[in-house]
T-cell receptor, first 111, second 112 residues
Framework: QKEVEQNSGPLSVPEGAIASLNCTYS??????FFWYRQYSGKSPELIMF????GDKEDGRFTAQLNKASQYVSLLIRDSQPSDSATYLC???????????FGKGNQVVVIP | DAGVTQSPTHLIKTRGQHVTLRCSPI?????VSWYQQVLGQGPQFIFQ???????GRGNFPDRFSARQFPNYSSELNVNALLLGDSALYLC???????????FGDGTRLSIL
């Protein structure tokens, strides 16, 4: 089992719609969870982090955490063409000594 | 404030050579981590340093080494380069090891 799994293929959403991304993780001891956005040819940019069960909202982004089910999700409301990027889920593992990443999900927002 | 800075931005080497990549963390950040990212994959953890001590090491061969200096900057060294070492090498810093990590622009290493 991979430490962090993002299994959805490329996601195409119309402009103004909601994009929903999911991620599961295997380390039950993980305490910190992150979403990064990565544009083609660029480095990852932190967009959300969440430590507690429930929802955390920041502008058009909402992160959701369910530790019992070991999944993290990211919602992007009112999607814009500038949201077109790869979104990486990351989880602190091994007692916070390293960050494990999923392979990423590509999001394409269609004008 | 300046973000994480990495140098050089691009590097071309041949097999068997060695390379040193450099990273300066965000001011006040004590933790520096190194990652390798190949096309189509998420970053893979190589090392984490906190207060100049190695806190974590990923599944990479001993050809990979790193260190952190008193000013919290860091170097990643790779010896005996292989074609498979071609990748984007990312440095990230955070205040503490469990807190959000912020990435530099990376060093793109190409091995010929």
């Amino acid at each position: 089992q991979k430490e962090v799994e993002q299994n959805s293929g490329p996601l195409s959403v119309p402009e103004g719609a909601i994009a929903s991304l999911n991620c599961t993780y295997s380390d039950r001891g993980s305490q910190s969870f992150f979403w990064y956005r990565q544009y083609s040819g660029k480095s990852p940019e932190l967009i959300m982090f969440i430590y507690s069960n429930g929802d955390k909202e920041d502008g058009r982004f909402t992160a959701q955490l369910n530790k019992a089910s070991q999944y993290v999700s990211l919602l992007i409301r009112d999607s814009q063409p500038s949201d077109s990027a790869t979104y990486l889920c990351a989880v602190n593992v091994d007692g916070n000594n390293r960050l494990a990443f999923g392979k990423g999900n590509q999001v394409v927002v269609i004008p | 404030d300046a973000g994480v800075t990495q140098s050089p931005t691009h590097l071309i080497k041949t097999r068997g050579q060695h390379v040193t990549l450099r990273c300066s963390p965000i001011s006040g950040h004590k933790s520096v981590s190194w990652y390798q990212q190949v096309l189509g994959q998420g970053p893979q953890f190589i090392f984490q340093y906190y207060e100049k001590e190695e806190r974590g090491r990923g599944n990479f061969p001993d050809r990979f080494s790193a260190r952190q200096f008193p000013n919290y900057s860091s170097e990643l060294n790779v010896n005996a380069l292989l074609l498979g070492d071609s990748a984007l090498y990312l440095c990230a810093s955070s205040l503490e090891s469990h807190q959000p990590q912020h990435f530099g622009d990376g060093t793109r290493l190409s091995i010929l």
